[in-house]
């Protein structure tokens, strides 16, 4: 039988705050062949997500098909916006949600990894996040600011992560990140600079498979997901004619499920993948492959029939 078997793997899934979204999805695929699992979660979303872990809230989520319930490893504050504690501005460090953290940035979250399980400790890395504070604005009133705060977190934290988390990684080692199709066609709507971040995203991850493939032997993708009412992509504020969208128009009709995004990712991250790298693969329903809208006008077919 051939199967995904993630045994004696340990994965890092950063963006994972509750169980709406595609980081928890993978986490638990991921878990379900067989990995331990960590996850890195933003500080202003920690206490929300530990305390819903501690009163049950997400029991019935995290429960696996052999009847146990995934307990992540470790859950590491990151955020992705900082490659080192010394980037954090000091009153946000300072502030509520940070004082009492160990360092967030990337960099800190790498020591911890290191520490906690040591070279080689870690075989796979999830990057499952993103953020643009003007994404309800169009391009053409998206400021510097809000631009380069979409790219920053949003594409160049993958960067950063391959760049301090990669020398931490066996050879075969793999990393993931999630993209969106606003990358290459347009989505009116997304805006902000997050179509420019997710172009970033798949361009970066054709170059550093490249580069951390002949550095460090390990594999850099990203998967391309159909839209999905997540709590990130719900503050987008349309999501669910996005995706009534894709469901009238793509060859797959039924809306797509984070579990179909997980077993992809699992999939990827797995030894069975062990020649993909520098790849966005699709997870849309066949969405992407569509030249023309079907629910607008009659298809050839269609057409053909009357
Ligand atoms: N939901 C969709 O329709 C869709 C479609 C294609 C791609 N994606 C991508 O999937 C990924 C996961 O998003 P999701 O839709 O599952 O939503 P989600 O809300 O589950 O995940 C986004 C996560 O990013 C975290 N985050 C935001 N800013 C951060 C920061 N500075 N540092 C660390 N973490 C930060 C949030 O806390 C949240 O946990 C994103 O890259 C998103 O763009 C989503």
Redesign the pocket.
């Known amino acids: 039988m051939l199967a995904i078997d993630l045994r004696g793997k340990r994965a890092f899934v950063?963006?994972?705050?509750?169980d709406?979204?595609?980081?928890?999805a993978i986490a638990k695929a991921l878990a379900e062949a067989g990995a331990k699992v960590s996850v890195?979660?933003?500080p202003?979303?920690l206490g929300i997500c530990t305390t819903m872990l501690e009163r049950g809230k997400l029991d019935k989520s995290l429960e696996l098909s052999s009847g146990d319930k995934l307990a992540f490893e470790k859950i590491y504050p990151?955020?992705?916006?900082f490659d080192t504690e010394a980037d954090i501005p000091a009153e946000l460090r300072q502030s509520k949600r940070y004082r009492d953290l160990p360092d967030p940035s990337i960099q800190g979250v790498a020591e911890r990894l290191r520490a906690d399980f040591g070279e080689g400790g870690v075989d796979i890395v999830v990057?499952?996040?993103?953020?643009g504070p003007e994404v309800k604005k169009p391009m053409l009133e998206t400021s510097r600011k809000g631009y380069l705060a979409a790219i920053g977190?949003?594409a160049y934290?993958y960067i950063s992560m391959v760049q301090r988390l990669a020398p931490l990684m066996p050879r075969g080692g793999a990393f993931l990140?999630?993209?969106?199709m606003a990358s290459e066609r347009v989505i009116p709507g997304y805006g902000g600079g997050?179509s420019s971040a997710?172009a970033a995203l798949e361009s970066d991850t054709r170059t550093l498979s490249y580069e951390a493939g002949r550095r460090w032997g390990v594999r850099v993708n990203t998967i391309?997901?159909?839209?999905?009412?997540?709590?990130?992509?719900s503050a987008i504020g349309f999501?669910h004619d996005?995706i009534a969208y894709c469901s009238a128009n793509a060859p797959l009709t039924d809306e797509l499920e984070?579990h179909e995004v997980g077993s992809t990712a699992a999939f990827l991250c797995s030894p069975l993948a062990s020649a993909i790298t520098g790849t966005t693969v699709y997870v849309d329903k066949g969405y992407h492959a569509m030249g023309m809208a079907v629910a607008s006008v009659a298809s050839p077919t269609e057409r053909a029939a009357k």
Do not use: Q
């Not at 709406?20 to 928890?24: K, L, N, R, V, Y």
């Not at 990151?78 to 916006?81: E, G, H, P, V």
């Not at 391309?224 to 992509?233: L, T, V």
């Open positions: 950063a963006g994972v705050a509750d709406g979204g595609f980081g928890f890195g979660t933003w202003p979303a990151l955020d992705a916006d990057h499952s996040l993103a953020n977190v949003s934290s990140a999630l993209t969106y997050m997710k391309s997901a159909g839209p999905y009412a997540s709590r990130a992509a999501i996005m984070a």
